[in-house]
């Protein structure tokens, strides 16, 4: 893998995010106005907009990650890229893309909690009782610092789950596909409950949840460093899934 | 050029080239085109056109400018005719020569056929 | 220095096996006529070349180097193939300068005044050109790119005959100032046989033909003549396939033309009837 060879991947992949983030920004700084509005006016409907920004970001970075394969994959074979330089100039353009997401969000945090009403996603799970109270809470540089590090984690871990689902749909065969698209939220939303209760007495669910607070630091207090630790380890294994499916993949007619 | 006939694109090729130094279009010591823009032209090949040029390099009516291509030789024209006089029977008579024996004409046919033709210019003229 | 070698190639799809244990060499400073049938395995071939595919065996070497994943081959080849790769909403424009990106060499100023002579204009999104002109803006790159290797798979589909013409003289041109290993994959072969030098056949998956243009045409000829003085003459002759019409009669044979009766007609063997016999099945 020629690291020079990169370079050019990695920018049309920035570039190709650009529109997309651009629009994304608008809308939530347009909610934020309104939200601003709507408080100075009293009007009866409020904009409860608490940690929304976060979720805005990560939802579209997941998606981002999820258009991050075919097109991609098309033009690189065009291009004379390898599938190897492609799954890395990829990866790291996601990694690129998060640390990007998580300054501004975390420069808009600070803005936002001074002018209206608003607990970032990160404090409303590791802060004691913010989201809870009437005043936004206070930002420390260290918090901020903590926040902005939180967040490169989670949106590079929403990116490589989005890049591995739709490697896998490529790779998959129209009968997989379908089998994947209607049985794994099927069993996820309403199937998981049942069939631990009645396979596992409920062992199962409660194993999870076990391990997810160990993994993100709310076992003992609040570690935010173990969740970052925990959500690089989980991003690594989808990414590695994710190169393993990658580096078959064949053209289709 | 119907590359149908017979003979190979090069032998056309340097075919073509003789006919116009002969008719005067290219004059000696006058630039030919090079090998690139013949390919081009004529679709082909650019190996193929420089196979025929060679070969008139090899009978001596072009020849090569270092940097700045092929020009045609001096005294060229004589080379030409005096090379296809030599090759006029080959090419000409015995054809002739074979259509009418396939046509069944005696010799005195062919002459008669002959002398209509110059009578033919002559009238022309 | 940009030579191929194809070593022994296998690529079954499901049943089908559209390539048996293929060898081929292709060597710098030609152009290569790659000819076959519907299915015989040229687009298979090229695409194994190109990494879009990865063989069952066999392995593919560029300037001695493995090709498979490997960025520094891939970088000597373009192909401009049938297939899509573009995304649709790009512009040619767009499309140029990350074939720039991608390929250094990309020469832009000759890939926008290609784009004249061919009348495309740049500002167009892919997904708005034509049939014609997708091809076109494919063998625009494929000409300004500036690789060692180019390969045009099936390049004028739908081309209008002036643009063929032009195409082919763009090809010639840029062939002459910069000799390098052009690859040629088509149907047409009466237009490209005279601009071709070299020649390989797939019938079936496998390689029937590779070589020099000028020896397959001199490998035989044909004579025509009354069905009668024809099947005379061909008697212990090696008989490539024929042509009848009532009593006429025309036959292709190997071999050397010089015990042909007068009764018959000599002709040469052109590329294209040397193709239909070679591959029928």
């Known amino acids: 893998m020629n690291t020079i060879k990169m370079k050019a991947p990695i920018k049309y992949h920035l570039r190709s995010f650009r529109k997309t983030i651009q629009i994304m920004y608008l809308c939530v700084y347009l909610v934020m106005l309104l939200t601003v509005i709507s408080n100075i006016f009293k009007t009866p409907f409020s904009f409860e907009s608490n940690s929304m920004m976060e979720f805005v970001s990560a939802i579209t970075i997941f998606v981002i990650g999820l258009v991050s394969f075919k097109e991609y994959f098309k033009f690189s074979l065009a291009n004379g890229i390898s599938r190897k330089t492609q799954f890395f100039s990829t990866t790291a353009a996601l990694g690129i893309l998060s640390t990007v997401l998580a300054f501004i969000d975390t420069i808009n945090c600070l803005i936002f909690t001074h002018i209206t009403h608003y607990c970032p996603l990160f404090l409303q799970i590791y802060g004691i009782g913010s989201s809870f109270s009437d005043s936004s809470p206070i930002l420390t540089p260290q918090m901020l610092f903590e926040n902005f590090l939180w967040l490169v984690f989670l949106y590079f871990l929403v990116s490589m789950i989005g890049l591995f689902i739709t490697t896998l749909y490529y790779r998959m065969n129209r009968g997989f596909k379908i089998a994947v698209s209607i049985f794994v939220p099927v069993v996820l939303i309403n199937g998981f409950e049942p069939l631990d209760s009645y396979f596992f007495a409920g062992k199962l669910t409660a194993v999870l949840q076990n391990f997810l607070s160990v993994a993100f630091g709310l076992s003992n207090g609040c570690n935010p460093y173990i969740a970052m630790v925990s959500m690089f380890v989980f991003a690594f294994f989808f990414a590695a899934l994710t190169y393993l499916l990658a580096r078959k993949a064949s053209i289709k007619n | 050029m119907n590359f149908a006939e017979d003979k190979s694109i090069y032998l056309q090729i340097a075919e073509k080239i003789e006919d116009a130094i002969l008719s005067g279009a290219f004059e000696e010591e006058s630039q030919i085109p090079s090998t690139t823009e013949f390919s081009v032209n004529y679709k082909i090949n650019p190996a193929t056109a420089l196979k025929g040029i060679s070969l008139l390099v090899d009978d001596g009516i072009v020849y090569k400018k270092r940097g700045l291509g092929m020009f045609v030789c001096p005294g060229a024209k004589e080379v030409i005719l005096s090379k296809r006089e030599k090759d006029f029977f080959d090419r000409f008579i015995r054809t002739l020569l074979n259509e009418a024996k396939k046509l069944s004409m005696s010799k005195a046919d062919i002459i008669a056929m002959i002398e209509r033709g110059y009578g033919n210019e002559q009238n022309r003229n | ?281």
């Open chain 3, 1 to 281: 220095m940009s030579k191929i070698e194809i070593k022994s190639i296998t690529k079954t799809f499901g049943e089908i096996a559209a390539l048996k244990e293929v060898s081929v060499t292709f060597e710098e400073n030609h152009i290569y006529g790659l000819l076959g049938r519907n299915g015989a395995g040229k687009t298979t071939l090229l695409n194994l070349l190109t990494g879009k595919l990865f063989p069952d065996s066999g392995e593919i070497l560029i300037d001695g180097e493995r090709a498979l994943e490997n960025d520094r081959a891939l970088s000597k080849m373009y192909c401009m193939t049938e297939l899509n790769l573009y995304p649709e909403k790009m512009r040619v424009k767009e499309a140029f300068r990350w074939s720039a990106e991608f390929y250094p060499d990309f020469n832009t100023e000759y890939a926008n005044s290609l784009c004249e002579k061919f009348e495309l204009k740049t500002n167009l999104k892919i997904r708005n050109l034509s049939t014609g002109y997708h091809s076109i803006f494919k063998i625009i790159i494929a000409l300004s790119c500036g690789t060692e290797i180019v390969i045009f798979d099936e390049p004028v589909l739908g081309l209008d005959a002036n643009h063929r013409e032009l195409f082919y003289k763009e090809l010639i041109q840029n062939f002459s100032d910069a000799p390098r290993t052009f690859i040629l994959s088509t149907h047409l072969i009466e237009e490209i046989a005279s601009i071709i030098d070299r020649v390989v056949i797939i019938k079936n998956g496998k390689i029937i033909m590779d070589d020099e243009v000028q020896n397959v045409i001199s490998m035989g000829f044909s004579v025509s003549g009354s069905a009668d003085a024809v099947d005379e003459y061909i008697k212990r002759k090696r008989v490539l396939g024929f042509d009848t019409l009532g009593n006429f009669k025309s036959a292709y044979l190997l071999g050397k033309s010089d015990d042909v009766p007068s009764s018959l007609e000599v002709g040469k063997l052109e590329l294209q009837k040397l193709f239909i016999q070679l591959t029928n099945a």
